[in-house]
């Protein structure tokens, strides 16, 4: 099946949301949650899995649904589709800080694998799969485990990064390494593997994790500065331990550092 030929918009810097233009009978499917906004005359749907099995009977559908639980993602997507007459909108907001990468899978090989969270809503008929990772290594200390995402089809997708987003595109056997929380996704020629950063002093007192994620060209890549994970465990750190104190700031007075500039509450 063939995906819908959709048309968009990104709005904002920090706190992105795409708009998406439907023609009638067009419609995109989404994750469960991300939805912001939509015109009337648009029809919405919960379906098992992407909806692509949904004329493959019970079996079919469960497949389907099955594959979204060994990514972490919920068993259900919500299909928005266009039952009026002419132009409907449609926006879904991203879930963190960061950018929305729109991915033309017609130009990229119809194939392109990311991190399990990464993907936000796509065209109908864009299938959104399982990506096994076949090594040991890469399975056990690639950040992503040993499934990712894979959005397979000719249609638009959708992708979250966290911060900034920068896009590499790597010439044949060219090596890009990469702090393995900071891949968001890449092409389907992209050979990812990881490797140990090595030295007693870097692996002790580094602070950078034991592996590189290594991208291996041909192909192209994305990468985010900010992953959540990271921005979570710094929150994390930060958080209050007992009651409704709070850490200094950085500050070796703490609470005392808080009353000196300005942090007064008790």
């Not at 708009?19 to 499917?29: A, K, M, T």
């Not at 906004?37 to 749907?45: E, L, Q, S, V």
């Not at 992209?190 to 140990?196: A, G, L, M, P, R």
């Not at 870097?202 to 034991?210: A, D, I």
């Amino acid at each position: 099946m063939n995906a819908h030929e959709i048309d968009f918009h990104i709005h904002g810097e920090e706190m992105q949301y795409v708009e998406i233009e439907l023609d009638p009978q067009e419609g995109v499917v989404a994750e469960s949650g991300s939805f912001m906004m939509m015109t009337d005359g648009i029809k919405m749907d919960t379906i098992f899995g992407d909806g692509s099995n949904q004329d493959e009977g019970i079996l079919g559908k469960l497949f389907s649904a099955g594959k979204r639980l060994l990514t972490g993602e919920s068993l259900f997507m919500t299909v928005f589709s266009n039952i009026g007459q002419g132009k409907k909108h449609v926006s879904f907001a991203a879930p963190y800080p960061g950018q929305i990468i729109p991915i033309d899978l017609s130009e990229l090989g119809g194939k392109f694998v990311c991190q399990k969270d990464a993907f936000l809503c796509a065209a109908k008929g864009v299938t959104v799969g399982i990506e096994f990772s076949k090594k040991l290594g890469r399975g056990l200390f690639g950040g992503e485990g040993f499934i990712m995402q894979k959005l397979e089809g000719d249609g638009l997708a959708f992708v979250h990064a966290g911060g900034n987003m920068s896009k590499k595109v790597l010439k044949e056997g060219e090596v890009l390494k990469v702090d393995t929380g900071c891949v968001v996704g890449f092409t389907k020629d992209v050979n990812y593997d990881i490797e140990f950063v090595g030295g007693i002093k870097n692996t002790v007192f580094g602070g950078e994790g034991l592996f590189f994620a290594t991208l291996k060209g041909p192909g192209t890549v994305y990468v985010q500065s900010l992953p959540f994970s990271r921005l979570a465990g710094r929150v994390l750190a930060l958080a209050p331990r007992t009651g409704n104190k709070t850490r200094g700031e950085g500050s070796i007075l703490g609470g005392i550092g808080d009353i000196l500039d300005g942090d007064n509450r008790i």
